[in-house]
């Protein structure tokens, strides 16, 4: 007997180890963020009404047409008059970019963003083990990481990606990047630098694709501190829950919806086509295809299969329906949504049956730093924190789009009680949002311009002054 009762207890106990090991190393593999910076540019960068309406007017190549398109863009677009833009804006050398502009574009969030969050963090340059430079719309050598890199001193065996040309999803790409790193190696530290260079990119032709690129980026960026130390578990802010990337590249729709491009005057800009919107949404639709079974529970996914078998069973699935027909929110308790425009934000808030309450930081973003395209996340982010909105145990789904089509998602469950860190971008500003309106001044200055007949229009001496 004693015998036998060793020859059971060996195996039990051999498979107790291996779950315990098993468990032990996944705990290695976590994805923590530590801490994260927005950047928030000079105010001598800001852009008023009065200044858009002078780029406007130097821009020699629109007429009527494009004025009021112009116009209509911008009043519809949610932005508002506190965001930003680069340097050469205000030096009115938008028509005529050098390469050192768009460097020295990036050079100067580098210098704010970084250190600030390496001060703030207590972690030396040289502990930092992984950099992920996302930057989509300027290559230069030697690349970015690799000024970073020089200018921080960090350390010759830090492993570097430098990625172009992701667009406005890059962020997520690049934290993608970092969990599979950290799957394979223990107790590192990574930084993800994320921004995008307007400097070269201004567009001063009239085709109305490619205006509409200039209505709606502004300047920013975020620098991001993650780790997988689990030492550092109980100073980390958020612990990545999943995360999955959709890609249509391979249709040639998705493909060219946004393109950087030139028009048949060879003006390089960047394309967004009419079927953006309908690439936007076969891309998301895939997209909460992978991810709803990883994030909501078992009885709201039976929920969903019970009524829509009924529903087909029925004959009785509501025209013209694109509601998901899911409630995230039973595992979802925040949604921070990519600021890619009002129509972006609203597309989803209905798609998701979304409530004004969950939308609120993302139009406030849109509303105070326009698109920063792939750092808007994060700011749509530090709107919650200094919202006091993020409690321990939460979950928060981000969702993001970009060139490609791409459609990457992820959700980050909040680690402790957040109130707005020191450095958040929101704080001494957050007590004035939500405003009571929304709207811009722009029509209320330019709205004339839409009662103007093309065959007797002439540009007044005063006039976008």
């Not at 930084?191 to 201004?202: G, I, K, Q, R």
């Not at 939460?394 to 980050?412: P, T």
């Not at 309106?437 to 209320?444: F, G, H, M, T, V």
């Amino acid at each position: 007997m004693g015998l036998l009762f060793y020859l059971y207890l060996l195996p039990s106990l051999y498979l107790m180890f291996k779950i315990w090991k098993w468990v032990d190393e996944k705990r290695d593999k976590e994805c923590y963020i530590l801490d994260y910076q927005c950047y928030k540019p000079t105010d001598d960068r800001m852009v008023s009404t009065d200044f858009a309406g002078q780029v406007i007017k130097r821009t020699k190549n629109l007429g009527l047409n494009e004025y009021k398109f112009l116009l209509k863009a911008i009043v519809s677009s949610g932005i508002g008059e506190q965001t930003y833009s680069p340097r050469i804006m205000f030096a009115g050398r938008e028509d005529n970019p050098t390469l050192q502009d768009g460097i020295d574009e990036m050079e100067e969030f580098f210098e704010d963003s970084i250190a600030k969050i390496l001060d703030r963090s207590g972690i030396s340059p040289k502990e930092i083990d992984i950099l992920v430079v996302n930057i989509s719309m300027i290559a230069i050598m030697p690349s970015l990481s690799s000024r970073i890199i020089n200018r921080y001193k960090m350390r010759k065996d830090i492993k570097v990606f430098n990625l172009t040309g992701m667009g406005c999803s890059a962020s997520l790409i690049s934290v993608d990047i970092v969990r599979s790193v950290f799957k394979t190696y223990k107790n590192m530290n990574a930084m993800v630098v994320t921004s995008e260079s307007l400097s070269p990119n201004w567009y001063s032709g009239n085709d109305r694709s490619m205006i509409l690129a200039n209505c709606l980026f502004r300047s920013g960026g975020a620098v991001i501190l993650l780790s997988n130390k689990r030492s550092l578990e109980r100073n980390a802010l958020f612990k990545l829950k999943c995360l999955v990337r959709t890609h249509h590249g391979a249709r040639d729709d998705s493909y060219g919806c946004c393109v950087q491009t030139e028009d048949e005057q060879g003006r390089p800009g960047f394309h967004l086509g009419k079927n953006l919107p309908k690439a936007a949404t076969r891309a998301f639709v895939d997209n909460l295809r992978v991810i709803s079974p990883m994030i909501l529970p078992i009885r709201e996914l039976l929920r969903y299969a019970l009524v829509t078998f009924v529903r087909k069973m029925s004959n009785n699935t509501p025209k013209g329906e694109k509601k998901a027909g899911v409630n995230f929110r039973t595992g979802v308790d925040h949604f921070c949504i990519h600021t890619g425009g009002k129509a972006v934000i609203d597309g989803i808030g209905f798609s998701l049956d979304l409530t004004e309450y969950d939308l609120e930081p993302a139009r406030m973003t849109l509303h105070r730093f326009g698109n920063t395209s792939a750092a808007s996340l994060w700011y749509v982010l530090a709107y919650m924190e200094a919202k006091k909105r993020l409690k321990k145990g939460d979950r928060v789904l981000m969702i993001s789009f970009g060139a490609g089509f791409k459609c990457n998602s992820c959700v980050w469950e909040v680690v402790r009680d957040l109130d707005g860190n020191v450095g958040n971008v929101w704080k001494d500003i957050i007590d004035s949002y939500p405003p009571q309106s929304l709207a811009n001044p722009y029509l209320e200055k330019y709205g004339w311009i839409q009662n103007e007949d093309i065959s007797t229009f002439k540009v007044p001496e005063n006039y976008l002054n």
